[in-house]
């Protein structure tokens, strides 16, 4: 479990093909800290650390999680917002995150409000109905106020730290983003659906 509150840009530094996919990642934690089997929120998806050095660690990577992500867009050299778990005590800074992305969401424009930077995406139409004005969604693992939904289209505003404290300060248009809908959410349209 997750808040969507990144404490770390991370740092792709090897992917290799082998049964799964296997990725190094370098990191600013203290990886003295991270127990193989802990989770990772890596660009939002929960992943497990497998291997740890002085200042990377690895994971392996299903197909199935390749198929339902952007990991699939993953180089060498690309910089990711990575989340530790949730431990019980910690401060509540975003919403709720599993780290099981939903699907993916495309940045379709962007544009300059002061300081800040307004992002609109277009979101699956399976997953448009569980996002909604003032509510939460984690992109690429970031936890974020929607605010304002149009059909498949919704949008968010970026504020100076948020741009510089994650990758968002990278991002472009045509990219596409790791989306979890809010848990509560899901549970509140499938109890609608149950009526």
Known sequence: MFTGIVTDLGEIRAL??????K????????????AIGASIACDGVCLTATALGEDWFEVDISAET??????????PGRRINLERSLRVGDELGGHIVSGHVDGLAEVIAMADEGDSTRITFRAP????????????VALNGTSLTVNEVDGTTFGVNLIPHTKTATTWGTTQVGDRVNLEIDT???YVARLQDWR
Do not use: C, F, M
Not at 16 to 21: C, K, P, R, S
Not at 127 to 136: D, E, N, Q, V
């Open 16 to 21: 290799h093909q082998a049964g799964d996919l």
């Open 23 to 34: 990725a190094r990642i370098a990191t600013g934690y203290d990886t003295s800290g991270i």
């Open 66 to 75: 390749v198929s339902k992500t952007n990991l699939s867009d993953w180089a």
């Open 125 to 136: 139409e399976a997953l448009a109905r569980y996002i909604a004005p003032k509510g939460s």
């Open 184 to 186: 509560l959410a899901r």
